[in-house]
């Protein structure tokens, strides 16, 4: 997976740190979720806050094969074929799912992608 790939046309821009660090952010996910409650505080916040993001940045369609590819690095060849999404609908919705997280994580520095 490109874990730097975002369209420059698209308003869904972060810069390419913080959208490298929300994918790991995501990456991460299934970690924190194995976590007993409370142990890490900080588990729980990226947990809603990915969550949230999937919920409301991501239709509803294409929830499932996005986390996959954002979170367990699936090919987007292989959920092309699985789910029927094509590879250009599923850059569009990673893009956008990923800027969702940096945007309930305070992240998201609006104005300062250039492009």
């Known amino acids: ?18 959208y490298q ?17 409370g142990s890490v505080p900080e588990a729980g916040r990226v947990l809603q806050a ?9 239709q509803e369609e294409y929830r499932q094969a996005v986390f996959l590819h954002v979170a367990q ?3 987007y060849f292989r959920l092309e074929k699985d789910y029927g999404i094509s590879v250009s609908t599923l850059k569009r919705w990673t893009q956008k799912f990923v800027y969702g997280v940096a945007r309930e994580l305070g992240e998201d520095y609006a104005g300062l992608v250039e492009g």
Do not use: N
């Not at 790939?5 to 740190?17: A, D, E, V």
């Not at 929300?22 to 409650?37: S, W």
């Not at 990915?50 to 940045?57: G, M, P, Q, R, T």
């Open 50 to 58: 990915v969550d949230h993001a999937l919920a409301v940045w991501v």
């Open 73 to 75: 690095r699936e090919p």
């Open 21 to 37: 660090k929300m994918v790991k952010t995501v990456e991460a996910y299934d970690f924190y979720k194995q976590l007993p409650p």
């Open 1 to 18: 997976m490109k874990a730097y790939y975002q369209s420059k046309k698209s308003t869904y821009r972060l810069p390419p740190p913080i």
